[in-house]
């Protein structure tokens, strides 16, 4: 998958894990109405249960059903007909001509002339407004930047959104030359990638990597989607244990070696930890 801006940072996947021990050392997702005090791992872990078998959950209120239609708007499906949201949130279509109606006179929905449907601007409203409110998002910043001058490198950080991940924030180091990625963009944790791999270990997700990236504390990924992308993810929690999602560093592997990157992941959870975070 491609973005105007740029590449996905999730298409990369793992060839290789290094252990820390060995150092001694929508459109913009409905993540954007997420309720800001309620714990990130709670509501992570909500919408990878629902995300994992969303037949097993019918949305059962006039809400919910809104919000189940909003969430099927995806970075690969940002535009879609009735009767493809209808199949994809297995509502009727009779429910999901009076939710879109609903949703278009309030703004978070656009109609165009042909029919489709995509994201409108109440969204992009309400997702300035989480940035501006959210406590993770100011926190990490400053380990952002500060990671990025460091090494040089692309520093963002990723929550899980069901099953996808979404970058909530990124460094502010402005280079001529650098990989770019949007704020807001998603991308399936199934097309793998560092930052996927973290968010798929620290929320109950079991894949035969789990427990090995648990222990080594981050991951890294070596151009298999992109030959010429590297990046390494490590995972962001809080003081009382709570996952918050993955900080990852991205760059051209021209410029790095897995060796660099080892000591890229030490960085990151140096300046992750020194700004109040747990990095394991």
């Not at 278009?104 to 029919?115: E, I, N, R, W």
Request: overall charge positive; hydrophobic content about 40%; aromatic content about 8%.
């Amino acid at each position: 998958m491609k973005q105007r801006a740029g590449l996905f940072m999730c298409k990369f996947h793992s060839v290789k894990f290094i252990s820390l021990n060995e150092h001694s050392c929508l459109p913009f997702s409905s993540a954007v109405f997420l309720k800001t005090r309620q714990p990130l791992e709670e509501l992570t872990r909500r919408q990878a249960d629902l995300g994992k078998d969303t037949k097993m959950h019918s949305p059962v209120g006039v809400l919910e059903r809104g919000l189940f239609i909003l969430g099927s708007f995806t970075q690969a499906s940002p535009r879609l007909k009735m009767h493809e949201i209808a199949t994809q949130t297995g509502l009727d279509r009779a429910t999901v001509s009076r939710a879109l109606r609903t949703l278009v006179q309030y703004g978070y929905l656009l109609k165009s002339a042909d029919g489709t449907y995509s994201p409108g601007p109440t969204n992009l409203r309400l997702a300035a407004l989480f940035s501006a409110t959210s406590n993770i998002i100011s926190r990490i910043q400053s380990p952002l930047d500060a990671i990025s001058q460091q090494t040089g490198q692309t520093a963002s950080f990723f929550s899980r959104s069901a099953e996808e991940r979404i970058c909530l924030a990124r460094d502010r180091t402005q280079r001529s030359i650098r990989y770019f990625l949007e704020i807001g963009a998603t991308a399936p944790l199934s097309n793998g990638g560092s930052a996927a791999k973290i968010l798929r270990a620290y929320t109950g997700d079991v894949f035969p990597d789990a427990d090995v990236i648990r222990n080594q504390r981050y991951y890294i990924s070596w151009g298999e989607m992109h030959k010429q992308m590297a990046s390494v993810a490590v995972p962001v929690n809080e003081v009382s244990g709570e996952f918050s999602g993955a900080v990852a560093v991205t760059g051209f592997k021209a410029d790095l070696s897995i060796e660099e990157l080892e000591k890229i992941a030490l960085i990151a959870h140096r300046e992750l930890e020194a700004a109040g975070f747990v990095t394991g």
